[in-house]
C-alpha cells in the first residue's frame, strides 16, 4: 500500500495533482460525469445551427426535432442498459418492428380488442428479449453473434408474419395510436410518444441509480468476477437485463406506430445502429460498466440535432453522416482516454 | 489464556474435500480458529490455499466435509451467505468493481434500502447511509486521507 503516511507525504500527493494540470482535472471531471463532453458538443450545434439559420431555435422546430428523437431515444434507453453490461445488441430495432407488427396485426387482422393487442405486443418483445438473455447466459454465446443471429430472425418473422403489408392509419387500433397524439405545452407540440420516451429515461435512470439491481448491472460490465466473489448472480442479472431491454423495445415498437401513423415491417432500418451511436456518444463505454442514461439522453438529441440543423442550413444529408461518424469516433477515443485514469 | 479449553473455535472446517474434475484441490483438510487468533495459511502454488478460501468465504461450495461457525454447522450457497455470517473476504486478484465508487463497492450484494417507503416500495437505495457507515469502518481501519467515499475506485491508489 503507498497510503500516504504523514501530512508530508500528503502534500506532496497534492503538490503531484497541482502539477499534473488543467488536462488532469479535465479528466477527472470526465471521468465522474462522461456526459459533460456530448452536452458541450450539443450546446455548440445549437449555438452554430441558430446562426446558420435563426429556424432552428424555433419552438416549431425543437419539437420537430423532439418528435424525431423519440423512437431512437426510447431504443436507445435498452441498448444503455445492454451496454452497461459489457453487451450489445444488435437486434434493437428488429424487435421494436416485431411487437409494432404484433400489435397492429392482432387487432386487425385477428379482431383482438386494441388494449389486449397492445399487451400482447409488449409480451412478444419482452419474450425476444428474453431470447436473447438466455442465449447470451445459457449457451454462453457472445452478445454480439447472438443479437445479429437474432437481428436475422427477428426480421424475417416480422417479414413472413406481415407478409409484406403495411397494416395504415384507419386500419390501427385507436389505442396504438395515441403515441402520436398531440400536446401543445405554451408553443411547444409535444406527442405522447415524446413524453413515453422521457417517462422511460426518468424511470431508468432512478432504477440505475437508486435500487441494488441497477448498481449490480454496473458491477456486472465492470468486472463479472467480482461481481460473482460479492455474491451477484451474473446471469440472472444479464438475463434480466436483456429481457426488461425487450419491454422497453416493445413500447418503442408502440412509438413508433404514432409516428409514422402506420404498422409497417420497413420502418426505422437504421435504428439499431442509430441507437448504438446515441448511447456511445453519450459517454456510455462500449467496455460496459460506465456510462449513464442523461448521456445516451443527450447523445439522442445530438443526433436528432445535427440531422435537423444540418437540413435547415441547406446540406445535404451525406455531411450528416459525416458528422455523426466523427462524433462516435471521438467520444470512442475520449472513453478510451478517461478510462487511463490517474493510479 | 487460561480459559482456553473451554473456548469454542469461532471457525472450523472439517475434513473438507473439493475436486475440480480429476484434479484434487483439497484433500481432507481441516482448520480451527480461536477467537482473537491471527492465522496464516502458507503454501506451494496450487497447495490449495486459495480454494480453502474459497471454501469458507461461500464462494465454492466444498464437495464434502463441515464448516462450522460457532459450533453451528453452516452450508454456505453464495458469499452473501458467508458475509451475513461474518465472513468477510480479501481475493488475491482485490475483486472489486473499479468504476463503481468505494461505498458502493463495500455493500455490493448487500445494498441497503432507505427506511420506509421509499425503500419498500421504489427499492429506493440509503446512498447516504451506506457512505457514512463505509467512511466509519474506514476511520476504524485508521484510514483517514480517504474522505470521499463517492470516490470511483479505480481513480485510488495502491495495491
Given at each position: ?343 | ?12 472446517a ?17 482448520l ?9 495459511v ?6 490449495g490455499k486459495s480454494t480453502l478460501i474459497k471454501c469458507i468465504s461461500?464462494a465454492e ?26 465472513i468477510?473476504t480479501v481475493y488475491q ?67
Amino acid at each position: 500500500m503507498s497510503t500516504p503516511t504523514s501530512a508530508s507525504d500528503a502534500e506532496a500527493l497534492i503538490d503531484n495533482i497541482d502539477n499534473k494540470g488543467f488536462m488532469f482535472r479535465v479528466q477527472g471531471a470526465l471521468h465522474r460525469f462522461p456526459w459533460l463532453s456530448p452536452l458541450l458538443v450539443l450546446i455548440i450545434a445549437m449555438i452554430v445551427f441558430t446562426l446558420l439559420n435563426n429556424r432552428f431555435l424555433l419552438p416549431a422546430n425543437l419539437s420537430l426535432i423532439m418528435q424525431q428523437v423519440s423512437i431512437v431515444g426510447a431504443i436507445a434507453v435498452a441498448q444503455t442498459l445492454i451496454i452497461l453490461t459489457a453487451g450489445i445488441d444488435l437486434s434493437v430495432g428488429a424487435i421494436a418492428v416485431l411487437a409494432s407488427m404484433v400489435m397492429a396485426k392482432t387487432a386487425f387482422d385477428q379482431g383482438v380488442p386494441g388494449p389486449m393487442a397492445l399487451i400482447i405486443g409488449l409480451i412478444v418483445g419482452t419474450a425476444a428479449g428474453a431470447l436473447n438473455g438466455f442465449l447470451v447466459t445459457r449457451l454462453k454465446l457472445p452478445p454480439f453473434i447472438v443479437t445479429l443471429g437474432t437481428l436475422g430472425i427477428f426480421t424475417a418473422l416480422t417479414l413472413i408474419y406481415a407478409t409484406g403489408r403495411t397494416v395504415r392509419d384507419t386500419e390501427l387500433a385507436p389505442i396504438l395510436k395515441v403515441m402520436g397524439n398531440v400536446i401543445k405545452l405554451g408553443p411547444f407540440t409535444i406527442t405522447w410518444g415524446v413524453i413515453m420516451m422521457i417517462l422511460l429515461y426518468v424511470i431508468f435512470a432512478y432504477v440505475l441509480r437508486n435500487t441494488a439491481w441497477g448498481k449490480h448491472v454496473y458491477a456486472v460490465g465492470d468486472d463479472p468476477q467480482a461481481a460473482s466473489l460479492a455474491g451477484i448472480r451474473v446471469n440472472r442479472v444479464l438475463f434480466s437485463v436483456y429481457t426488461v431491454g425487450g419491454l422497453i423495445l416493445a413500447i418503442a415498437g408502440w412509438i413508433t406506430i404514432g409516428r409514422v401513423n402506420a404498422a409497417s415491417p420497413n420502418v426505422i432500418p437504421d435504428a439499431n445502429l442509430d441507437s448504438i451511436t446515441a448511447v456511445v456518444i453519450g459517454g456510455t463505454s462500449l467496455f460496459g460498466g460506465r456510462g449513464t442514461l442523461i448521456g445516451t439522453f443527450i447523445g439522442a438529441v445530438l443526433v436528432g440535432v445535427v440531422s435537423n440543423g444540418l437540413s435547415l442550413a441547406g446540406l445535404d444529408q451525406a455531411y450528416k453522416i459525416l458528422a455523426i461518424g466523427i462524433l462516435v469516433i471521438t467520444a470512442v477515443a475520449l472513453d478510451q482516454w478517461i478510462r487511463k485514469v490517474r493510479s | 489464556m487460561s480459559t482456553v479449553t473451554t473456548l469454542q473455535p469461532i471457525v472450523q472446517a472439517k475434513d473438507l474435500l473439493k475436486t475440480f474434475g480429476r484434479v484434487v484441490g483439497l484433500n481432507h483438510c481441516s482448520l480451527e480458529l480461536y477467537p482473537g487468533e491471527v492465522l496464516a495459511v502458507i503454501g506451494d502454488n496450487g497447495a490449495g490455499k486459495s480454494t480453502l478460501i474459497k471454501c469458507i468465504s461461500g464462494a465454492e461450495t466444498p464437495d464434502s466435509g463441515e464448516i462450522l461457525i460457532d459450533g453451528k454447522p453452516v452450508s454456505f450457497k453464495s458469499s452473501i451467505d458467508a458475509r451475513t455470517a461474518g465472513i468477510e473476504t480479501v481475493y488475491q486478484n482485490l475483486a472489486v468493481a473499479p468504476a463503481l465508487d468505494i461505498a458502493s463497492n463495500m455493500y455490493l450484494g448487500r445494498e441497503l434500502r432507505k427506511p420506509g417507503f421509499f425503500g419498500k416500495v421504489f427499492r429506493q437505495l440509503d446512498h447516504k447511509g451506506m457512505k457514512v457507515k463505509s467512511k466509519d469502518e474506514m476511520t476504524r481501519l485508521g484510514i483517514g486521507t480517504l474522505q470521499d467515499m463517492s470516490q470511483a475506485v479505480e481513480t485510488l491508489s495502491g495495491g
